[in-house]
Each structure stands twice: as C-alpha cells, then as structure tokens.
C-alpha cells in the first residue's frame, strides 16, 4: 500500500475520532457482531470488506461470522439465530437479505441489525442501513482504463444488476467513455458465479479487450482470464492486489467508517434509524495501487486529479 493511501486511512479514523470526541470508539466488553454474508471471508470482494471493517474496530469486539449464505431463507435463520441468542449487533451484509431482516428486527426491538447495500431502515428504530458510493472509485479508475488500454476496447465483467454493483459497472463506464474508450459490459446474472464471470472474460478477451474490471465474489473467474492473457485489471470492495501484478487499482470501502459511528449510537442507546453511505469525502472509499504494478505517473496524476473533482462536485460521475 502507496504512502497516500495509509493517510486516506489515518484520515478516516481521525473524521470518525473527531465525531466522537474521543480518540476512538472502542467496543465494550463482551461486545458481540454477528454477521452474516453471502460468500467467504476470503473472497477479496464484498464479504471480506465488512469482515476486515469489523476486524480494526477498537475494543476487540467478539465478531462471529456466518459466511457462504447466499440462499436467503439460510441467511435468514442465521440472522434470527444471532438474535435469538443476544449478539449486540447483528450485520445482515447482502441487500438479498432484506425480506428476511425486516421480520426478524420487528421480532427483536431490543436488538440492534444493519444490512446494506441499501439506504434503506424500513422506518425502524432498531435497523440501520449502509451503502458505498462505489461509481466515485469506478469512474475514476474507468478513467484510468480509458489512459493505459492500447486498444482502446474495455470490458466490463458484472454481476447483477442492482445495488452497488450496478453503480460500480455505470461508474466505471462513464470514467472510461470520457476519456474515449470503448467500453463493453456484460452482467453475468449471479454474484457468485466464477465459471459465469471466466466466460465473460473470455468473451471479452477474444475481442481484444486489454483492460478489464468487474465486480463481486464470482470476478476471481474473470481475473484468472486477465492474468492468462496479460490484461489489465481494476478491482473493487476489497484489495484485489494479490491476484497478480495485472491488477492496477482497486477501490476499498472502509466500512469501518460506519461500523465506528454504530458502536458509538449503539453506546447511547440508538439501536438504528439511520443510514450512511460511504465515499470519497468521508474515506470510506479509498483507492489503493498495486506496488507490483509500473503505473506511469501521468496516469496516477490523473486519478488523485478526478478524486479531487469527484470530492469538489467539479466532476460528477453520471
């Protein structure tokens, strides 16, 4: 990780530090997280994002996971069954899983739940939602795409059409199209699909697509693609760097962020009604270079100059 990206980091925890009046918010003893997600806690994309958010939080709270759930009735009874045996905080991390989470937090009052991506709280006071501004990240690293590709050709690997992966899929588009690319996409129809995603990558590589990103779990497939055939990947939701010195950037969300923010209320008895996104402003959104990568420095100049526009609404990612 660059130098600017540990002081986008140490910047997000003095925001959160300042807003609490404290050095940190530190969880309090025994404090448990539950959380629940549709794939492994490993997976370098969405699911790791919350684990490694809930893993930096002061206080070492107790962090129980149920991974792997991307059927929502298992998801459910995951999530009623943190409930039911008191866990303080119970992350319901898939916007799948909202049917079953609004049942369940009418039937725990007591018990504080938060589920994104979504900025949605079903009006209740004890559910708090969480969403990424992922087409800042998305657009400017589109931008990026749009100065190293040779080819000119930019394909886009997604997964469902919905939430923060179709922000990330039109954010990167619209970076790409600015700077005269032309940009394909596809949507796989699965977040979790990696034979889905491969096809795609080779769909795009046989026409002669030299820059790729894609979203969600099933993007290894595609990354395998990229690295075979020496095309440049941009990642995002997790660092997706140790894929191979093909990865360029990726865009991280720091839902630490957040996750301070709801141990704080939680503190003082707010249980939810709130939602919060996570972006460039707040540091909730970082982008992180690949060391292994030689990206030229007219290229990193313009990315920190499109961030800078993104954060002073000179650029909109639209």
Not at 28 to 43: K, L, M, R
Not at 122 to 136: K, Q, R
Not at 139 to 157: C, D, H, K, S, W
């Amino acid at each position: 990780m660059r130098l600017r990206s540990w002081l986008a980091l140490l910047a997000a925890m003095a925001l959160v530090a300042g807003a609490c009046g404290d050095d940190s918010v530190s969880a309090p003893e025994g404090f448990q997280i539950g959380i629940v997600a549709p794939s492994a806690t490993n997976d370098l994309a969405f699911t790791q994002s919350i684990v490694d958010a809930a893993n930096v939080l002061a206080g070492d709270p107790e962090i129980l996971i149920s991974d792997g759930l991307f059927n929502i009735d298992d998801a459910g009874s995951a999530i009623r069954g943190y409930a039911a045996d008191g866990v303080d905080l119970v992350i319901a991390h898939g916007s799948q899983y909202g049917g079953p989470l609004q049942e369940i937090a009418q039937d725990f009052p007591d018990t504080a739940f938060a589920w994104g991506t979504t900025n949605d709280t079903f009006g209740l006071s004890n559910v708090y939602a969480y969403e990424a501004a992922s087409d800042e990240g998305g657009y400017v690293m589109g931008v990026m795409a749009a100065a190293l590709t040779e080819t000119n050709n930019i394909g886009i690997v997604g997964p469902i059409e919905t939430g923060d992966a179709k922000l990330y899929v039109d954010g990167f588009e619209a970076g790409a199209l600015s700077g005269g690319a032309n940009v394909s996409k596809v949507y796989t129809g699965s977040f979790s699909d990696v034979a889905l995603a491969k096809q795609a990558a080779e769909a795009f590589a046989s026409q002669d697509v030299d820059v790729m990103s894609g979203t969600a779990q099933m993007v290894v497939g595609a990354v395998g693609v990229a690295d075979t055939e020496g095309i440049l990947w941009f990642g995002t939701q997790s660092n997706q760097a140790e894929l191979g010195d093909i990865v360029v950037a990726s865009q991280v969300y720091k839902w630490e962020v957040v996750l301070e923010d709801i141990l704080s209320n939680i503190q003082d008895g707010v249980l939810g009604g709130q939602s919060y996104e996570i972006n460039f402003e707040n540091d909730g959104i970082v982008l992180e270079y690949n060391d292994a990568y030689d990206l030229p420095g007219d290229v990193e100049s313009l990315a920190e100059e499109t961030i800078d526009g993104i954060k002073d609404g000179s650029i909109s990612t639209g």
